[in-house]
């Protein structure tokens, strides 16, 4: 028989299990020391939860309601620990945690004119967006297929809202580095917007 801990982490409700809940709040804890210094360290660390709670909810099953030690271990294997990123070593960093990670595809709210299909499908596949927009407009003026595909893509995609979405989009592994970075360049795309 173990104890259980009931947290919050990322908007979600969990059952942890005692010493699984030690572990994961010293990960956490570490986390926030290291960031400390970032301008924008209270974003980075909420999207890490979020992106955490995601894993530990494709973890939970009917039959499994509770966190246990190896789930948080896989879940602190999949995101990195934060001496991995430290900013004199990225390269280190970067190159143990360089494997691909789950490739989808999104609408891009970011990079939108319309709808965000088509820079969606740009950064899915690394391609520039005019070029795709390019064959969509092309797709227009054949027949006006490429009206249809694109009402059909604009139904079927789903927007990517999260920064780990964001990453995914761009077949990048979402773990601290890259959540990191990530809000690094949102801050400054605002900081710059600001001063326009």
């Excluded at 999949?78 to 999104?106: C, L, Q, V, W």
């Excluded at 967006?129 to 139904?155: D, N, Q, T």
């Excluded at 077949?171 to 710059?192: A, D, L, Q, W, Y």
Aim: glycine residues 8%; negative net charge; charged residues 25%.
């Amino acid at each position: 028989m173990k104890i259980t801990v009931s947290i919050n982490l990322g908007g979600y409700s969990f059952n942890i299990d005692e010493d699984a809940y030690s572990e994961l709040k010293l990960y956490l804890k570490n986390l926030e020391l290291h960031l400390a210094a970032e301008e924008s360290s209270s974003e980075i660390l909420s999207d890490i939860e979020t992106r955490m709670a995601e894993l530990f909810r494709s973890r939970l099953t009917a039959y499994k309601q509770v966190i246990s030690m190896t789930d948080v271990r896989e879940v602190i294997a999949i995101m990195g620990n934060p001496e991995d990123f430290s900013d004199g070593e990225t390269t280190s960093g970067k190159e143990r945690f360089a494997s691909p990670g789950p490739h989808r595809m999104y609408r891009d709210p970011d990079h939108r004119i319309i709808g965000g299909v088509c820079s969606g499908m740009g950064a899915y596949w690394d391609i520039e967006p005019w070029i795709i927009r390019a064959i969509m407009l092309a797709l227009v003026f054949a027949g006006g297929l490429g009206i249809v595909v694109y009402l059909i893509l604009y139904i079927v995609l789903p927007e990517a809202r999260t920064t780990a979405q964001k990453i995914e989009m761009k077949g990048e592994p979402v773990n601290i580095n890259n959540i990191r970075e990530s809000v690094k360049k949102e801050f400054e795309t605002v900081r710059k917007n600001m001063k326009l």
